[in-house]
């Protein structure tokens, strides 16, 4: 899972512009991946499926 805190700061640095969210996020979600998870438990999963399908 991502804790909220990741979730905040991730939202946070891109409202102001410091980074670009979807990037961040899916990067996010990638690093859980690869570290062997099969299920990954976000804030992010609407925005990320929606992401995901839009290619």
């Not at 979730?7 to 979807?22: K, T």
């Not at 998870?37 to 804030?43: H, N, R, S």
């Amino acid at each position: 899972y991502q804790v909220s805190g990741e979730y905040a700061m991730i939202r946070a640095a891109a409202e102001r512009g410091w980074l670009d969210e979807r990037a961040a996020a899916l990067e996010s979600l990638l690093t859980i991946r690869r570290a062997g998870a099969d299920l990954i438990i976000t804030y992010f999963a609407e925005d990320a499926a929606r992401w995901l399908a839009e290619g």
